[in-house]
C-alpha cells in the first residue's frame, strides 16, 4: 500500500527550508574576531598568572624563615634575660671566668641580633608610639596623666618583624588618664 500512494504522488512532501545565504567573508570576520577575543583574554590571564607566581615568589623568598626566625626569638631572648639578671658587681668585680663568661653572653646575643637584622628581622620601635594592637600585646595600663592615653610607656619584651609581617608583638604598658593622643572622633580601643 505505501508502494501505491508513492507512486500516485499522495504523501505529502516535507519542505526543507532553505537555509540563509551566509556571506563567507562575514563569517570568517565573525569567526576572526572570536579568536581574536580569545587569544587577548589568554594573554591577560597568562600576564595576570605571571604577576601572581612573581608575587608569590617575592612572599616566600622575604617571610620563608618566619618560622625559624620566631624561634630564634626564644633563644636571643633567653640570652637577654641571662644578661638582665647578671648583678652588676659581677660584671666590675667579678674573676676573670665569670667576665669572660658575661662577655660570651653579650657577644652571642649581639651576634644573634645581627643575624636576624642581616636577614629582615626587625625589632618593633614601640616605646612612646602610639598603641597600635597590630604590633603591640598591652599587658597593663599606667596611669600617668603627664603621658598622652594610649601612649606605650614601658616594653616588657621588645616585638619584632620580618618586612611588613609582625613575628612576636611587642609586649607593652599603655598610658591612661592623660590627654587625649587622637582627635576626639578617632577612639582608642582599650579592650585590647
Do not use: C, W
Not at 545565504?21 to 597568562?46: F, G, Q
Not at 607593652?172 to 580601643?189: F, L, Q
Amino acid at each position: 500500500m505505501s508502494d501505491e500512494n508513492a507512486a500516485s504522488g499522495d504523501t505529502p512532501e516535507v519542505e526543507i527550508p532553505v537555509e540563509q545565504a551566509v556571506d563567507p567573508i562575514e563569517a570568517l570576520r565573525i569567526e576572526n574576531a572570536d579568536l581574536k577575543d580569545r587569544v587577548l583574554r589568554s594573554h591577560a590571564e597568562m600576564e595576570n598568572l605571571r604577576k601572581r607566581t612573581e608575587r608569590d615568589v617575592n612572599d616566600t623568598r622575604s617571610y620563608a624563615i618566619a618560622g625559624f626566625a620566631r624561634d630564634m626569638l626564644s633563644a636571643t631572648d633567653a640570652l637577654s634575660r641571662a644578661l638582665m639578671v647578671l648583678p652588676a658587681e659581677a660584671r666590675t668585680s667579678g674573676d676573670a671566668t665569670t667576665k669572660s663568661l658575661i662577655e660570651g653572653i653579650e657577644l652571642a646575643e649581639r651576634e644573634m641580633q645581627r643575624l636576624l637584622a642581616k636577614h629582615g628581622v626587625k625589632p618593633i620601635e614601640a616605646e612612646g608610639q602610639k598603641f597600635d594592637p597590630h604590633k603591640h600585646q598591652a599587658m597593663f595600663e599606667v596611669p600617668d596623666p603627664s603621658k598622652p592615653e594610649g601612649t606605650v610607656v614601658q616594653v616588657v619584651q621588645t616585638g619584632f618583624a620580618i618586612g611588613d609581617r609582625v613575628l612576636r608583638p611587642a609586649m607593652v604598658g599603655v598610658a591612661k588618664g592623660g590627654p587625649s593622643h587622637a582627635p576626639a572622633d578617632e577612639a582608642i580601643d582599650k579592650s585590647a
